[in-house]
């Protein structure tokens, strides 16, 4: 290899400096302008002390340039360029590693387009602005985001969710200076998969914020800064905070909510202008506010525009989980204390529903121990007056639609539901005859997780899902929106397909442990609020009178 060119090698560091918002970038420029105005014999009497470290400091070069060239002359220049492009954002040392830009590129597109990460960039490239500065050469940044799409895998909703969380509490407790931070991005709409992780705050010195969060003891490491934004690592995860001023915290908050389509849609509608709240940005577009969740461009605006937006189902709608594992089966916790974890948060009922024998599950419950669990039940019922405690049951749908327990036993249960765990290598049409013949069993009150999917490893059944849903309804049996991070199940598209099919849904924890138990019940409301379902459509707001029944007419008939 060549010996590096010491102009070139600087600037190179300039460039990251530069994109880390770091003070060295000012002095690493003006070294590299006064290396280029040399003549060829001051060049080579400036070299010469370079190599003298004991030389006391150089005239007209800044002390941070004078250090990086005798590092550069003493062989340690790679090593530098590679600690230095490790504390910049990884879309950026991405682009730089895959030869995709240059750094002066690189620097162009954090300082003129504002873009560090993923997401960033295929915006900019989905609106031109990548052309402005790579002009032809836009189409090795398109393959290029592609394959940094493939190799950094987006973050849960479950993930994404504690993670943010954990970092408000964080900023509450270190930077006084910021109000109202709240999660936006993928994790505000509750996408299953969240692509980037995206705080926005407001402080009325938006500068002075973005020092304190850069100095928060959490953070490993600051990427990228602005005076309205700063890239924080945390425990390997890149953390966007947007920083707004109080009268335009409403239009900072929007945009970076997003989804890209529906800030479109919304922005076509408006003149561009800032705004303090949300409420008056859509006011300003002629609509109502728009919950995050409906914001995905299928439809929201057009019923907005019409007053015709749903009456989304809220928390505090939510009168019982029925769907929690305990010991009794693959549950960390004892049923008493999911009862009791029920109770404090509220519900007026729970049902207890521990796998049967097929699962695949860690543990699962015999008869005798479902038996065992009836007693156990009879008394928590005493010891807990306020909560109705219903006994249940996930039973499994074998692979030719039969039920694992016999009818005699899942008549003595109060609640069953009913679940596809394993697919037994069948296609599409098999599974949803099998899915068909459990909806149509008398006995079974829910299909659980109807799809089965596991959030970023597994896209779901192909069932005839309009089948499913006009048999649900016709039954009336209920399919579940599941809250469990791995499912979240039914989607919101689904979800909404099945209210409009006149379907029943329930929203539920599936929980095996006391402490998730809100938190997933939270995670199935947000993939409800998705699919636009209202309490109307969901049999756990109802009281338990009405839940009773619902079980009943089918077992009726
Ligand atoms: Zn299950
Ligand atoms: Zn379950």
New binding site residues.
């Given amino acids: 290899m060549s010996a590096p060119n010491p102009v070139e090698h600087l600037s190179y560091l300039a460039c990251l400096a530069e994109i880390r918002g770091a003070n060295d970038a000012a002095d690493l420029r003006f070294a590299v302008s006064r290396l280029n105005g040399l003549t060829p014999g001051e060049a080579a009497r400036l070299e010469q002390r370079i190599r003298q470290p004991e030389s006391p400091d150089i005239p007209d070069i800044p002390a941070v340039a004078v250090w990086r060239l005798r590092e550069l002359a003493s062989g340690g220049g790679e090593a530098a360029l590679r600690a230095s492009r490790a504390g910049i954002p990884a879309l950026l040392r991405g682009l730089l590693e895959l030869g995709a830009a240059t750094p002066e590129q690189t620097a162009a597109f954090a300082r003129d387009l504002g873009v560090v990460t993923l997401p960033d960039l295929q915006a900019a490239l989905e609106d031109g602005r990548v052309q402005r500065v790579m002009h032809t050469a836009a189409p090795r940044v398109r393959t290029a985001a592609d394959a940094l799409a493939g190799e950094v895998p987006p973050v849960t909703l479950g993930r994404a969710v504690e993670i943010l969380t954990a970092i408000q509490t964080r900023i509450t407790h270190h930077c006084p200076q910021l109000d109202d931070v709240v999660m936006a991005g993928g994790a505000r709409r509750f996408e299953p998969l969240v692509a980037q992780l995206v705080l926005v705050g407001r402080a009325a010195d938006p500068a002075g914020a973005v020092e304190a969060l850069c100095a928060m003891p959490e953070v490993d490491d600051v990427l990228h800064r602005t005076s309205r934004r700063v890239l924080l690592r945390v425990h390997h995860h890149e953390i966007d905070v947007r920083v707004a001023a109080p009268d335009d915290y409403g239009t900072v908050l929007f945009n970076h909510t997003g989804s890209s389509t529906h800030v479109a849609m919304v922005t076509a509608r408006r003149r561009p202008s800032l705004h303090a709240r949300e409420e008056d940005l859509y006011a300003h577009g002629a609509l109502p506010f728009i919950p995050a969740e409906l914001r995905n461009g299928t439809g929201e605006i057009e019923a907005a525009a019409a007053g015709r937006l749903p009456q989304l189902v809220q928390r505090l709608d939510i009168r019982g989980d029925l ?3 305990s010991t009794y089966s693959d549950g960390q916790d004892t049923l008493e204390a999911m009862v009791a974890a029920s109770a404090a948060l509220g519900y007026e009922y729970m049902a207890i ?1 521990d ?1 049967s024998r097929s699962a695949a ?1 860690s543990r699962t419950v015999t008869l005798d121990q479902l038996a065992r669990q009836r007693d156990e039940v009879l008394r928590l019922r005493e010891q807990y007056p306020g909560i109705t405690i219903l006994h249940g049951i ?1 039973v499994d749908i074998l692979p030719d639609g039969r039920l694992d327990f016999p009818d005699v036993v899942l008549e003595r249960l109060d609640f069953v ?1 009913a ?1 596809l765990h394993d697919a037994a290598r069948q296609d599409g049409p098999t599974l949803t005859r099998r899915c068909l013949r459990a909806i149509a069993h008398p006995l079974v009150n829910v299909i ?2 109807p799809a089965n999917r596991l959030v970023g490893r597994r896209s779901g059944y192909a069932l005839d899902f309009d089948a499913v849903y006009a048999a649900a309804a016709d039954t009336g049996t209920a399919l579940e929106i ?1 809250g ?1 991070p791995s499912h979240l199940d039914l989607d919101g598209e689904h979800a909404r397909a099945a209210v409009a099919a006149g379907a029943t849904v329930t929203i ?1 924890s ?1 929980c ?1 442990r006391v402490r998730s138990l809100d938190r997933q019940m939270r995670l199935g409301i947000g993939t409800a609020r998705r699919g636009w379902v209202e309490a109307r459509n969901v049999l756990n707001c109802r009281p338990v009178s009405e839940v009773l029944a619902f079980v009943q007419a089918k077992r009726n008939g």
């Fill in positions: 769907h929690m594992h529903s796998h599950a996930e539901l679940s659980t997780h599941d469990a539920d599936d095996h």
